[in-house]
């Protein structure tokens, strides 16, 4: 049987593509592997309606309302390859085997990648994060440390005085130059240049010469990789980005390879549980689109 819809990821984004072909009355199958990119984070902020709920409760919600979809079809499981075959798509799905459709919609978001940092992974997602918009508010104006790993610090520590007093963590990966010292003295920003050893308790940041800075959370630039290689395997082209690649696709999702469309987090270097859902009901509704329209 071929399904009309393929979605590899069933996070945000997968779903609202999904419920945009269901209330369609196609058929959609999707694969997840149930590695939600936030599933660190305890809360999820931003997202109207559901603003400080948890992660997985909204995503736990959505689920069950998609599933109401008699026209919908899960499987959890990772999508190991996928290959073009006449009328669209097979895909190999672990154990279960293979699943036709005729059009795939990629949702496999991002890994992140973290500085070696002693500390930082135990306290990723709870007072060491990348999102100022996601995460910055609770902190009450708290201080707030930017821990540099590229030129990319820059950009953090320009945006997050508007969240706390901040100081910029150098670490020996970054120095700014005359004119971004000015930009950031600006912002009342203020440069730390000894080397950072660890993080302990909440958010204190252990320094190379024994002093010890306490911060309400860190923020830090992760280097961000495809979760999964099949949009590439495909043929899809990329977009580099100084954190890493995502898939590039067009205002209506679809990627450089005929029938094959993109969402969420794999197609932008940040992204947001808004910018999911939105980017997934697009993608779903530009696939219908394209089942009653297709290319001539």
Same mark, same amino acid.
């Given at each position: 049987?071929?399904?009309?819809?393929?979605?590899?990821?069933?996070?945000?984004?997968?779903?609202?593509?999904?419920?945009?072909?269901?209330?369609?009355?196609?058929?959609?199958?999707?694969?997840?592997?149930?590695?939600?990119?936030?599933?660190?984070?305890?809360?999820?902020?931003?997202?109207?309606? %559901?603003?400080?709920?948890?992660?997985?409760?909204?995503?736990?919600?959505?689920?069950?309302?998609?599933?109401?979809?008699?026209?919908?079809?899960?499987?959890?499981?990772?999508?190991?390859?996928?290959?073009?075959?006449?009328?669209?798509?097979?895909?190999?799905?672990?154990?279960?085997?293979?699943? &036709?459709?005729?059009?795939?919609?990629?949702?496999?978001?991002?890994?992140?990648?973290?500085?070696?940092?002693?500390?930082?992974?135990? %306290?990723?997602?709870?007072?060491?994060?990348?999102?100022?918009?996601?995460?910055?508010?609770?902190?009450?104006?708290?201080?707030?440390?930017?821990?540099?790993?590229?030129?990319?610090?820059?950009?953090?520590?320009?945006?997050?005085?508007?969240?706390?007093?901040?100081?910029?963590?150098?670490?020996?990966?970054?120095?700014?130059?005359?004119?971004?010292?000015?930009?950031?003295?600006? &912002?009342?920003?203020?440069?730390?240049?000894?080397?950072?050893?660890?993080?302990?308790?909440?958010?204190?940041?252990?320094?190379?010469?024994?002093?010890?800075?306490?911060?309400?959370?860190?923020?830090?630039?992760? &280097?961000?990789?495809?979760?999964?290689?099949?949009?590439?395997?495909?043929?899809?082209?990329?977009?580099?980005?100084?954190?890493? %690649?995502?898939?590039?696709?067009?205002?209506?999702?679809?990627?450089?390879?005929?029938?094959?469309?993109?969402?969420?987090?794999?197609?932008?270097?940040?992204?947001?549980?808004?910018?999911?859902?939105?980017?997934?009901?697009?993608?779903?509704?530009?696939? =219908?689109?394209?089942?009653?329209?297709?290319? =001539?």
């Amino acid at each position: 049987m071929f399904h009309d819809a393929l979605i590899i990821g069933g996070s945000y984004a997968g779903m609202a593509a999904a419920l945009q072909l269901a209330r369609a009355r196609r058929r959609v199958l999707v694969v997840d592997a149930g590695q939600r990119r936030n599933r660190y984070a305890a809360h999820s902020h931003g997202f109207l309606t %559901r603003d400080g709920e948890s992660p997985a409760a909204i995503a736990d919600i959505a689920r069950q309302q998609l599933m109401a979809y008699d026209t919908v079809t899960w499987i959890d499981g990772t999508a190991e390859s996928a290959e073009r075959i006449e009328g669209g798509f097979s895909v190999t799905i672990g154990k279960t085997g293979a699943a &036709r459709a005729r059009r795939l919609i990629l949702a496999t978001g991002l890994r992140d990648h973290l500085p070696e940092l002693p500390g930082l992974a135990e %306290r990723w997602g709870r007072s060491a994060f990348m999102c100022p918009y996601c995460d910055g508010y609770e902190l009450d104006r708290g201080p707030v440390g930017v821990l540099a790993t590229s030129a990319l610090a820059m950009h953090q520590a320009l945006l997050l005085p508007d969240w706390g007093p901040t100081t910029l963590l150098l670490n020996g990966a970054f120095v700014p130059d005359a004119d971004q010292a000015a930009q950031l003295a600006a &912002r009342g920003v203020v440069l730390e240049p000894a080397p950072v050893l660890r993080l302990e308790g909440k958010a204190d940041v252990v320094m190379g010469d024994g002093r010890t800075l306490s911060f309400a959370a860190v923020f830090v630039a992760t &280097r961000i990789e495809l979760a999964s290689p099949i949009g590439a395997s495909l043929g899809c082209a990329l977009d580099d980005w100084p954190q890493g %690649r995502t898939l590039r696709t067009d205002a209506l999702k679809a990627t450089t390879v005929e029938g094959v469309y993109a969402c969420g987090d794999a197609i932008r270097a940040a992204g947001s549980v808004s910018l999911a859902v939105a980017d997934g009901a697009m993608a779903g509704m530009a696939v =219908h689109r394209s089942l009653v329209f297709p290319a =001539h």
